[in-house]
């Protein structure tokens, strides 16, 4: 499931309003040159941004979104509260540690789709 989330939203790059792709740009900017030593920070910002206040949210509440009719159950609820721990730690770049031992496993998760989520 969360490939197919991953590759729906990589297929719509492109369709991204300019006024939002102007705004990323100059949030990359501030952050290389507020944090120039963090590796990856130009990305970070902008996933990080987008999948905490746009995807995960429909994700965690798919109803108020308008994604479903009714509220999920709660193994439902579980699942997508687990995807979208997966997609934020994506978002972010980073892996799971200790704190988590039980999402571990989605670590080579993460690892095989990060170069995805690096795009200029």
């Known amino acids: ?36 030593d963090v590796a990856d920070i130009r990305y970070i910002v902008v996933s990080g941004f987008i999948f905490l206040r746009f995807f995960c949210p429909a994700i965690l509440g798919p109803k108020l979104f308008g994604l479903r009719s009714d509220l999920p159950d709660f193994n439902t609820a579980r699942t997508l509260t687990l995807s979208a721990k997966v997609l934020q730690n994506l978002a972010n770049l980073v892996d799971f540690a200790q704190k988590e031992p039980y999402m571990i496993d989605m670590n080579e998760f993460i690892q095989e789709r990060k170069a995805h989520m690096m795009v200029s």
């Open 1 to 36: 499931m969360l490939r197919k989330v991953l590759d729906a939203i990589n297929a719509t790059l492109d369709q991204c309003p300019m006024p939002l792709r102007k705004i990323f740009n100059h949030m990359q900017t501030e952050v290389e040159n507020k944090f120039p």
